[in-house]
């Protein structure tokens, strides 16, 4: 599907149903399967989540083709979730952990891939939808987030040379992670205003039920006009 083809569905769908079924649920999948997974003590929430956004980028993948290659990195991030999820089982054979550290790699590697064709396909329905600012803020959160894992895989690797020197820059590199989870939040409820109706401003700002997002995507959007002038 073309990414002008999108202002055809804009008209005709209904945005409830877009809502529940696209960037709603992908919303709420993101949000349990990464913020809810930087607790250490958690219940499979990176599974669950990554479950409900696999969904989310079936029904997405109808307006944007990009969201076809973000499902295939969900679920490898699924399947190498349940993996994990037996680490007991890891310590009896494996006590150095080594089968852990390289599971854990692997889900970063997928979630990584995940990223990138999630961010291209918002940027790819914004497109279609004339919305400037969630252009420039999905290729803004894409590469934030590259970075991000480009800075966990080094670090990564840097900690069997160097050691516990290195958890000064893991802290850091966990905090940046913090950021851009909240940051890619924004950005995805941002996308509940790119399928409104034709009568509609796509550009116009919508407001959410909750206070820290308002809070948060006010402050970014002051940023951004402020990098614009």
Request: aromatic share 18%.
């Amino acid at each position: 599907m073309g990414l002008g083809e999108v202002t055809f569905f804009k008209k005709f769908f209904p945005r409830n149903l877009y809502f529940i079924m696209g960037f709603g649920t992908l919303f709420f999948g993101y949000f349990i399967m990464f913020a809810f997974s930087l607790s250490q003590v958690y219940f499979f929430a990176d599974i669950i989540g990554a479950g409900i956004t696999l969904y989310a980028f079936s029904k997405l993948s109808e307006y944007n083709r990009y969201f076809v290659w973000a499902m295939w990195g969900c679920l490898a991030f699924l399947g190498l979730g349940a993996f994990s999820a037996a680490s007991l089982m890891f310590e009896l054979y494996d006590p150095a952990g080594n089968i852990a550290v390289a599971v854990n790699v692997a889900k970063s590697a997928a979630a990584c891939f995940m990223h990138v064709p999630m961010f291209l396909g918002i940027r790819g329905i914004s497109l279609g939808a004339d919305a400037a600012k969630l252009i420039r803020t999905a290729e803004r959160n894409l590469t934030l987030t590259m970075v991000y894992y480009a800075l966990y895989l080094l670090v990564l690797a840097a900690s069997p040379i160097l050691g516990g020197s290195t958890q000064y820059v893991s802290t850091i590199v966990y905090l940046y992670h913090i950021v851009c989870i909240l940051l890619n939040l924004v950005l995805i409820y941002k996308c509940f205003g790119i399928l409104c109706p034709a009568e509609e401003d796509e550009n116009e700002k919508k407001r959410s039920r909750f206070a820290f997002i308002n809070k948060i995507s006010d402050k970014v959007d002051a940023i951004d006009e402020e990098r614009v002038r």
